[in-house]
C-alpha cells in the first residue's frame, strides 16, 4: 500500500525510526494521508495500525474540528518543504470509541527518496497539563473572590468603626466640652474668673475633635458616602496638598461625573487613586502629580501621573510590596485593569481602566 509514495527500504527506515520512538508519531504524505503509525500513537488513539493506514489524519480528529482542519489541510500539508510547520499547536483528539481529549501537535517536513514529500506529525496528549491548568485558573479566580470579598467585609468594618468612633468618642468629647464650657459661662456669669486649668481642657476637648475626625476620615471619608467619589478625589487630592509638600492636581471630565457607578465600584475608584497617590509621596521624590479621569468609547479612564524619579513595575515588586499588586487586584475583582508605567525622564503612570458595562456590576 505504500510502495505507492516510498521504496519498501524507506518504509522500512520510517518504522524503524517510528517504532523507537517513545513519543506518538505518525508520517502523513503531502496530503494528510497516514502512512506510518507507531504504537505510541496507536495506543494514544486506541486504534490497530490497519485502522488509520492510507486514512486521511483528520479521523483523528472531533467532527467539527475535522472540517475546518480538512478545510485547512491543503495549507498544513502543502510543499512541505517550502513552508515553516506548526509546532505546539493545540487540538481536540479523538480516541477510536468517540472520546475525546486534548492534543498538541508539531509538524516537521521530510523528504523521501523520489522528491516524495511527507509531514512527520508528533502528537503529545496534553490532558494533564490542561487539568493543571484548569485547576489553576479555578484556585486563581476563588482567590480573587476571596480577596474580593475580604476587601468587602474590610470596607463595611472601616464604615462600621469610624461610625463607632464618631457616636461614641464624638459624643464622650461633646459631652465634656460642654459640661466645662457650661461651667466655665456660670463663673464668667457670676463675676469669676475662668479658671485656666478648665480653659485648657475645653482647648484639649477641640484636639481631641480634630484627631477624631482625621482618623474617621482616614478610615473611611465620609465625601465617599455623601458625594460620590469624583468628589472624594478632588477632596483627597487637596489633602494631598496640603499633608505633603506635593502639587496635586485633579480633573475629573465632565461626561465622568454622569456616569452611574455602584457604590462598590465607587470604593475601589478611590482606593485605587489612594494608593497610587500614596506610592508618590513616599517614594516617587516628585514636584507634582496629576489625576485625571476620562473616557474613551467604551472605557472609564483614571490616570494617576507624577514627574518623580520613575521605576520599572516589573522588577521592583517583591514579596512585601502590596500596594501595586492590590490596586490590579481590586480593579480585576470589578473587571477592570490596572498598568504601572514608569520611567526615569517620564515619572510614573498608574493608568486604570474600566469598561462602562463593568461600572454597574461585579462581574
Ligand atoms: N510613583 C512611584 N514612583 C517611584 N517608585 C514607585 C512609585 N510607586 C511605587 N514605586 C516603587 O514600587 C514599589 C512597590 O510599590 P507598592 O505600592 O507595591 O509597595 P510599597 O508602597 O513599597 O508598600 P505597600 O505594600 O505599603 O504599598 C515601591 O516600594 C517603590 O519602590
Ligand atoms: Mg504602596
Request: hydrophobic residues 40%; contains cysteine; negative net charge.
Amino acid at each position: 500500500m505504500t510502495k505507492r509514495y516510498l521504496d519498501i527500504v524507506e518504509v522500512r527506515q520510517l518504522d524503524w525510526l517510528l517504532g523507537s520512538a517513545a513519543d506518538a508519531m505518525i508520517i502523513c504524505d503531502a496530503v494528510g494521508r497516514i502512512i506510518l503509525a507507531n504504537p505510541p500513537l496507536l495506543r494514544m488513539f486506541d486504534y490497530d495500525a490497519n485502522d488509520l493506514i492510507e486514512r486521511p489524519i483528520e479521523l483523528l480528529l472531533p467532527e467539527p474540528a475535522r472540517r475546518v482542519h480538512v478545510g485547512l489541510r491543503t495549507d498544513y500539508f502543502k510543499d512541505p518543504r517550502t513552508r515553516s510547520m506548526a509546532s505546539g499547536r493545540e487540538l481536540s483528539g479523538r480516541r477510536s470509541n468517540g472520546t475525546e481529549f486534548p492534543i498538541e501537535v508539531s509538524l516537521s517536513p521530510l523528504q523521501a527518496q523520489q522528491g516524495v514529500s511527507l509531514v512527520m506529525v508528533t502528537v503529545h496528549d496534553i490532558s494533564a497539563r490542561k487539568q493543571a491548568e484548569q485547576a489553576l485558573r479555578k484556585t486563581q479566580d476563588e482567590l480573587r473572590q476571596l480577596a474580593g470579598h475580604l476587601e468587602h467585609i474590610k470596607e463595611e468594618e472601616r464604615k462600621r468603626i469610624a461610625q463607632e468612633i464618631h457616636d461614641e468618642l464624638g459624643g464622650l468629647l461633646a459631652g465634656i466640652k460642654a459640661y466645662v464650657s457650661v461651667y466655665i459661662e456660670r463663673e464668667t456669669r457670676a463675676g469669676r474668673p475662668a479658671e485656666p486649668l478648665l480653659v485648657d481642657a475645653v482647648a484639649l476637648a477641640d484636639n481631641g475633635f480634630q484627631a477624631v475626625r482625621k482618623v474617621i476620615t482616614d478610615l473611611r471619608p465620609s465625601v465617599l458616602d455623601q458625594l460620590g467619589v469624583w468628589a472624594a478625589l478632588e477632596w483627597y487630592a487637596d489633602q494631598i496638598e496640603k499633608r505633603s509638600k506635593l502639587v496635586c492636581s485633579c480633573a475629573i471630565d465632565n461626561h465622568v461625573t454622569s456616569l452611574q457607578i455602584e457604590p462598590e465600584i465607587s470604593t475601589m475608584l478611590f482606593r485605587v487613586v489612594q494608593e497610587a497617590l500614596t506610592n508618590v509621596v513616599r517614594h516617587a521624590n516628585a514636584s507634582s502629580v496629576s489625576v485625571h479621569a476620562t473616557t474613551d468609547d467604551t472605557t472609564l479612564v483614571i490616570s494617576i501621573q507624577d514627574n518623580g524619579t520613575g521605576f520599572n513595575a516589573d522588577s521592583k515588586l517583591t514579596g512585601d510590596s502590596w500596594g501595586i499588586t492590590g490596586m490590579g487586584e481590586r480593579a480585576r475583582y470589578f473587571g477592570g485593569e490596572v498598568t504601572v508605567t514608569g520611567s526615569m525622564d517620564q515619572g510614573t503612570c498608574v493608568r486604570l481602566s474600566l469598561p462602562f458595562e463593568k461600572l454597574r456590576s461585579r462581574h
